[in-house]
């Protein structure tokens, strides 16, 4: 309970800016999709309290709506937090489930490495505190929280070593199936990597005891198969919405050579931590949430003591397997060290990724976030070391181990996350004001500037009104088309008034069309297709006199607000 409390009031110390008042401040870097989950806490809480289902809606990308569970989702964490949302609102959700975890994942390392690595306290508490506020953890709660909530990893882990327990195989199978089908609702690429860390484990740990395997193997396998099967039946109609569902899509709209880790950036410390530049990305990063692989130089040097110290343990040489397996995937399909080609040995230019790139959920994966579960491995050797350092009966090697783990974690500390201030919500959709443009047939409030990957106005508004109407576009992996399930990103400014909306928005009038019947008549075919009678601009908005000028003309005269503009088609 102790340590437990510590990790608690470490995070806390971490997100204290953001819990202070989440309601007007939000992370610095990466407020985007901070917008995106705080909508999708809002969404699962609306479609839950409402008995709608929460893996599709049209309240984003409207008409066509948004396959939820085939997005970046956390449909789990969002539906425990319903409550919290409801009463207190979605920022505030949003900052507890950003505390929650990073001590939860550490909570739940250390019982793992204490229950199934190490006999001491000390060495789970470093490992745990490691794996917790990891550079991996800390990039990546900068709100993507299905990557940086990785608090059940280790509960799986730890349940997986227990199949070979021949007492109680069906037990122990179920609760890993139930565990596995937990975790694609909290993150479902951290279930990915997941397997694909174990896998490379325990072939590599079953190579080096064969007569292990002869001992437990068909144990261990029979409950793998209960555990395969309980998920099956769980996840059946999930993933058979997520990837036949409507709105479901093939691949990933992303450059995956951009989102790869360059292997120098092993060596660098990310801008997140004490030896980090908190003002200056470092160029090998391709994000500030994606810093995964940047552990810094010192840690790298005392692992690889450690792991050589240690190497007599059989776990320590198939953890090493393991890592260099993500490693090399992490690289991406050109591997690259600072910034030059690399030529891995048998594969040519091209790396490993390059070669898999098309099978079944690697396809849907980014390569760089293969450096999550080196983390993770770093995390488990670490533990090993320090709880060998401990137990040793020589002081000055016990003293000289802890002492460089300490001197290699400590440029590690992070910083504290740091905020914005929000753009305040017009109290037009803070409100029940809004309704007046929402009636049978047209659930759509057309919003400008239009939700895109780079504006979430939108979709801000969307969240505060509860998701109770629907916004057209928004920051949607969907299909291409109705005949291409190929993944496009952001299917924005399709339709004739959102290109002209957006290019008034973003440059003023100077080069707008004189409004004549023709005009007229798009407009409104357009504000049908997206089931709409209604735009609304904020007072504040740039370029607000001319979005009215053309408004007033193309739509109806405008009708002020609370702190918007409203133009509302005329009733025929």
Not at 352 to 369: E, G, K, Q, Y
Request: charged share 15%.
């Amino acid at each position: 309970m102790t340590v437990s409390l510590v990790y608690i009031v470490f995070a806390i110390a971490l997100t204290w800016k953001l819990l202070l008042d989440p309601v007007a401040k939000i992370l610095a870097g990466n407020p985007y999709d901070q917008y995106y989950f705080e909508w999708q806490l809002t969404w699962v809480e609306h479609a839950l309290l409402h008995f709608q289902n929460p893996f599709f809606t049209h309240a984003m990308n409207a008409p066509d709506g948004m396959n939820v569970e085939a997005n970046p989702q956390i449909i789990g964490p969002a539906a425990v937090l319903t409550p919290v949302t409801y009463l207190f609102g979605a920022p505030v959700s949003f900052a507890l489930l950003t505390t929650f975890n990073l001590c939860g994942t550490a909570i739940t390392w250390r019982w793992f490495l204490k229950r199934h690595v190490v006999k001491t306290e000390t060495a789970a508490f470093v490992g745990g505190l490691f794996a917790g506020f990891s550079p991996s953890v800390m990039s990546h709660s900068l709100a993507h929280p299905n990557l940086a909530g990785q608090w059940l990893v280790p509960l799986i882990l730890g349940r997986v070593l227990r199949l070979r327990e021949p007492e109680h195989t069906t037990r122990n199978g179920i609760v890993l199936g139930l565990m596995i089908a937990a975790q694609v609702f909290v993150g479902e690429e951290l279930l990915f990597l997941t397997a694909m860390g174990v896998g490379a484990f325990l072939l590599a740990y079953a190579a080096m005891r064969p007569r292990l395997v002869r001992a437990e193997g068909g144990t261990f396998l029979k409950g793998a198969g209960i555990a395969i099967a309980t998920t099956a039946v769980l996840l059946a109609y999930p993933l058979a919405f997520q990837f036949a569902g409507p709105m479901s899509f093939k691949g990933i709209p992303f450059d995956i050579g951009y989102y790869s880790a360059d292997l120098k950036s092993y060596a660098v410390y990310p801008s997140l931590e004490l030896w980090g530049d908190p003002d200056k990305l470092d160029p090998l990063a391709p994000g500030a949430t994606e810093q995964a692989a940047l552990v810094g130089w010192a840690l790298l040097l005392v692992v690889a003591l450690l792991a050589a110290w240690c190497i007599r343990n059989l776990v320590v040489p198939a953890l090493l397997i393991a890592a260099a397996v993500l490693l090399v995937l992490s690289t991406g399909p050109k591997p690259m060290f600072d910034h030059k080609p690399v030529t891995w040995w048998g594969l040519g230019p091209q790396g490993l990724w390059d070669h898999i790139h098309n099978w079944p959920l690697f396809s849907s994966s980014l390569p760089i976030r293969s450096a999550l579960a080196v983390s993770w491995i770093i995390g488990i050797l670490l533990a090993i070391g320090v709880d060998k350092a401990v137990q040793t009966r020589f002081y000055w090697l016990r003293g000289l181990a802890v002492g460089a783990v300490a001197a290699a974690l400590v440029p590690l500390i992070p910083r504290v996350l740091d905020v914005w201030d929000r753009k305040p919500i017009p109290a037009y959709f803070t409100t029940s004001a809004w309704k007046e443009c929402v009636s049978p047939g047209h659930h759509t409030i057309v919003g400008v500037p239009l939700s895109s990957g780079g504006d979430r106005t939108n979709e801000t508004w969307s969240t505060a009104a509860d998701t109770a109407f629907d916004i057209p576009q928004g920051p949607v992996m969907a299909p291409d088309s109705a005949d291409n399930k190929e993944v496009r990103w952001g299917r924005e400014n399709i339709l004739w008034t959102a290109q002209w909306l957006s290019y008034i928005y973003n440059n003023g009038g100077g080069s707008t069309p004189p409004v004549d019947a023709g005009i007229k008549n798009r407009v409104a075919l357009d504000l049908a297709t997206w089931k709409a009678n209604c735009v609304v601009v904020a007072d504040d908005n740039q370029n607000f006199g001319p979005l009215k000028a053309f408004l007033d003309q193309a739509v109806a005269p405008g009708m002020q607000r609370d702190g918007v503009m409203v133009w509302k088609e005329p009733t025929h």
